[in-house]
């Protein structure tokens, strides 16, 4: 366990769905993030949250909504998924203050039917 | 833009045959370059964290080198279980990671 728990492990879920993603982290970190990763790609950040607010939301379609109630944990709400959204989503996290690189969780394999 | 390319997309070694992986990198003031292991199906795994040009850091068999451009990942003696896919980041002045594609290595016994 790195410190970083991501559940479900695996999900797979019809396009008319609607699921979520959970990462909660006991790190005492205060930054939270949610990276896309998939096959022959390098990781995509989607999300930033410092302190709880969203600083960052890199151009991710409205079907992928986040939620971060408190610093240590982190949600991914999902709806109408295509299925090029099935990939591995990778929740990290870090200190807000230093260069400590980022404590990934093991990540949720989606796959969108 | 920070950009991060990794070669070479794969890398295929006999157990006990020692090799490098690169990591070409441009950023926008480096405040950290990152190295870490991914198995299948798992999370991103931190080895190493290199903050200036000359810099070297040692775990088992691995090294990891920084230079103003590059990094070097050199395996010495590999074991099977060496075998997964290695990941380069960069930290600039956005303080975002900024990931490489990776490199896959097959150690084979």
């Known amino acids: 366990e790195t410190g970083v728990t991501q559940t479900p492990r695996h999900l797979v879920m019809g396009m008319t769905n609607k699921k979520s993603l959970k990462c909660e982290q006991h790190?005492?970190?205060?930054?939270m993030y949610w990276y896309k990763q998939s096959a022959k790609k390098p990781l995509e950040l989607m999300f930033v949250y410092n302190f709880k607010e969203q600083t960052e939301n890199n151009s991710v379609p409205s079907r992928f909504s986040p939620e971060c109630p408190n610093s240590s944990h982190l949600f991914l709400h999902l709806h109408t998924l295509q299925p090029e959204d099935s990939a591995l989503y990778l929740c990290?996290?870090?200190?807000?203050?230093?260069?400590?690189?980022?404590?990934f969780g093991s990540g949720t394999r989606l796959t969108v039917v | 833009e920070d950009q991060v390319t990794q070669s070479p997309e794969a890398l295929r070694l006999q157990e006990g045959e020692s090799s490098s992986l690169n990591c070409s990198y441009t950023v926008s003031g480096l405040r950290g370059l990152f190295w870490y292991r991914q198995d299948p199906g798992k999370g991103p795994e931190f080895l190493f964290t290199?903050?200036?040009a000359g810099e070297e850091k040692e775990k088992e068999r691995l090294k990891a080198t920084l230079t103003k451009k590059e990094s070097f990942l050199h395996i010495t003696a590999p074991k099977p279980e060496d075998s997964a896919t290695y990941l380069c980041?960069?930290?600039?002045?956005?303080?975002?990671?900024?990931f490489g594609k990776g490199t896959k290595l097959t150690v084979n016994p």
């Open positions: 790190l005492g970190h205060n930054a």
């Open positions: 990290a996290s870090s200190p807000l203050e230093g260069n400590y690189g980022y404590t």
């Open positions: 980041a960069v930290q600039g002045g956005s303080e975002k990671l900024v």
């Open positions: 290199l903050y200036s």
